[in-house]
């Protein structure tokens, strides 16, 4: 029977989900987190490794001579040397397309909270400052309507065409960054433009781009000068596509209105990141892709995706 090892089961799984069924495939140790000092000891003699964050390095892989698989139970695995990998004839695969619904979600969840002030408000009516109004309706934030306003989307894969469609049905028009081809696909209601006009023009940015040496950092200060000061910028993709310090001066001195992150360039943060002390800055601890659904459709991907690998037709390598 195949030897099976999770390292990292808990962020999948922190317990209203269920194992069963890649119990049913050999036998399987699931530690919840996996120190970097513990990889080779826990994975030794697995021929089958699923991770989420834990890295596999090509020193710790040429110390695993059993392995054959590495499961990664995310989209992105840059955490693993896939050259490395290969050299060993380890397959590695990944889980693409569960989350789609729910970071796009995200994003309008970030947007809204700036539109609205849901909580702020809330929090006012039970201190009892509707109680004691003197008219029937306050607020104390200024109240945005979304339709007949621009987003721009930066990076139209799967997740920004999901968010383009979010942002179509609030009646706003968008706008998109191409790739650099020539010719872009032709997507109703979805103009594409250059990547200047769409900060200029946009009253959203949303970061749906991979990170790759031409997206580090694509957000700096020489970019944010671009954006208007009544915008926002969201960002549920990579936290390296952003200079934080940069953001974080922006937000300062009011050069944009606000920004809305899932994600940032260490996680968990430093505590000393300058977004967390900036101003009009909402930070959530990468929690787009955590729905239950999500999570449940990111587990029945990997589990296929070991079990194709075991029957000899391996599945979304690397």
Not at 193 to 211: A, K, T
Request: glycine residues 6%; aromatic residues 6%; proline residues 4%.
């Amino acid at each position: 029977m195949l030897n099976i090892v999770v390292l990292d089961g808990y962020t999948l799984n922190p317990g209203d989900l269920d194992w069963e069924a890649l119990g049913k495939l050999g036998e399987v140790t699931i530690y919840d987190r996996t120190s970097d000092e513990d990889i080779v000891e826990r994975a030794a003699d697995a021929q089958i490794v699923l991770t989420n964050k834990t890295p596999l390095t090509k020193e710790i892989l040429l110390q695993l001579p059993n392995l054959r698989y590495i499961g990664v139970l995310a989209t992105g695995y840059n955490i693993i040397d896939v050259e490395a990998a290969n050299e060993q004839e380890i397959v590695v695969t990944n889980v693409p397309t569960y989350s789609t619904q729910s970071v796009a979600q995200l994003v309008f969840a970030l947007l809204l909270e700036y539109c609205h002030r849901v909580q702020w408000h809330s929090d006012a009516v039970y201190k009892g400052d509707w109680v004691n109004s003197i008219d029937f309706s306050f607020n104390r934030s200024p109240l945005i309507e979304l339709a007949g306003k621009t987003f721009g989307i930066i990076g139209l894969g799967r997740i920004g065409k999901q968010t383009a469609e979010v942002a179509q049905a609030f009646g706003m028009d968008v706008l998109a960054v191409g790739s650099g081809r020539s010719n872009q696909p032709q997507i109703a209601g979805i103009k594409w433009v250059e990547l200047n006009e769409l900060l200029e023009r946009s009253d959203v940015v949303s970061l749906h781009c991979p990170l790759t040496s031409a997206t580090e950092k694509i957000i700096n200060a020489e970019r944010l000068a671009h954006m208007k000061s009544s915008a926002f910028l969201i960002n549920t993709s990579r936290g390296q596509l952003i200079d934080e310090q940069d953001l974080a001066d922006a937000l300062n001195s009011g050069q944009i209105a606000g920004a809305g992150l899932d994600v940032l360039a260490t996680e968990p943060p430093v505590a000393d990141n300058p977004l967390l002390q900036a101003k009009n800055c909402i930070i959530t601890p990468h929690i787009a892709w955590a729905t239950k659904e999500a999570r449940m459709r990111l587990m029945d991907i990997a589990v296929n995706n070991v079990k194709s690998f075991i029957e000899g037709s391996p599945i979304n390598k690397v």
